[in-house]
């Protein structure tokens, strides 16, 4: 196995990987429509011990979509990023374009939610400084959350201090010694699963710390596998299972009331990478696939916010999941058509 840099490739679009982004992001969004709603899709089921069961309760666990999302972080920056340092690419530009590629959609998230923070901050002077960090993508250590103006800024945040250390440290490490940089980070992972009994850890500042390991060792991961599989996967894991598996995993682990932390790191370790495999294999769909891909990020960026902003207007479950989906497809066109702009500008000035 070598980890000798190639050239640079061409950026070209993986539709399996688009796809599974927006499943991703839809996992997430109907944890935080349980976390703000309850059990209230109104769809009972009956688990495998015989005890019936709302339907939303089948997401519980979709906070293990930030892991998957780290680790195709990690995954694609390994796969396009490290040939192009390693031929001269700036560490600073890059994560100078990295962050304002981030912050719009994120700082939209965070305009949406300004309302609700300043209606439940103590005094204004607390929620003009926690909305003035918020929006720059800075956490504030003195709330119940890290990001308030937007919870799953944190995960942002964190994949912003993972792509700072691979383009200046992590992606030099070469051969084994990334492996053995994530069997040091193993012990951590098991110390947040026996202390917390859960991952779902990283959105406040009792837990931010170990989230950011969370994040870490899940994007650390995703890089040694792009570089072991540089010439190709090796799981022979068909694409029309990878795209439904973190779903079915989900559902499954309630319905058959599998518990534990054990469960959410073998997730880590066993199903993200298997979905990402499986998802390379697809080589179809590529236009509704580029359009997924496009509406996921806008779809994690502003969830929260609007479920947020319709519970405390006493909205009900389904409803604010539409409207979710409604506003992200809007917030994903806007910005599809702004960047074309952008686009047709520079070329004419060019000229």
């Not at 519980?60 to 920056?77: A, I, N, P, Q």
């Not at 837990?207 to 060792?217: E, I, K, Q, S």
């Not at 996921?296 to 479950?317: K, T, V």
Request: one cysteine or more; charged letters at 10%; hydrophobic letters at 55%.
């Amino acid at each position: 196995m070598s980890d000798t840099p190639s050239p640079a490739p061409r950026p070209q679009r993986l539709p399996g990987l688009e796809v599974l982004r927006l499943i991703a992001a839809s996992c997430v969004l109907f944890l935080h429509a349980l976390a703000n709603f309850g059990a209230t899709s109104g769809i009972t089921l009956t688990a495998a011990n015989g005890t019936p069961f709302d339907a939303a309760r089948l997401f519980g666990r979709g906070y293990l979509g930030v892991d998957f999302f780290l680790m195709l972080s990690g995954f694609l920056m390994a796969t396009v990023q490290e040939p192009r340092l390693s031929t001269g690419l700036s560490p600073w530009r890059f994560m100078g374009k990295r962050y304002w590629r981030l912050w719009p959609m994120m700082a939209l998230g965070g305009l949406i939610g300004l309302p609700r923070l300043f209606i439940r901050a103590p005094d204004w002077w607390d929620a003009t400084w926690v909305a003035a960090a918020n929006l720059l993508l800075i956490p504030v250590p003195w709330h119940s959350f890290v990001f308030p103006l937007n919870v799953p800024a944190w995960t942002i945040a964190c994949e912003l201090i993972c792509n700072a250390l691979h383009v200046t440290l992590l992606w030099r490490i070469r051969g084994g010694w990334l492996w053995l940089a994530l069997a040091a980070l193993l012990p951590v992972q098991l110390w947040i699963g026996a202390h917390w009994q859960y991952y779902n850890v990283g959105a406040q500042p009792a837990n931010f710390l170990p989230g950011v390991a969370r994040c870490l060792f899940a994007y650390m991961l995703g890089m040694g596998l792009a570089r072991w599989w540089r010439a190709g996967t090796p799981i022979p894991m068909p694409w029309w299972l990878a795209l439904p598996l973190m779903p079915l995993v989900l559902a499954l682990a309630h319905w058959g009331q599998w518990r534990g932390w054990g469960y959410e790191l073998g997730f880590t370790l066993v199903i993200c990478p298997l979905m990402i495999a499986g998802a390379m294999r697809l080589n179809r769909f590529h236009g509704a696939a580029a359009w997924a891909g496009r509406l996921s990020f806008p779809l994690f960026a502003l969830q929260m916010p609007i479920l947020e902003g319709m519970r405390m207007l006493h909205s009900s479950y389904w409803v604010a999941i539409g409207l979710a989906y409604g506003v992200s497809v809007a917030a994903m066109a806007g910005s599809y058509a702004l960047s074309k702009w952008l686009d047709n500008r520079r070329m004419v000035t060019s000229m």
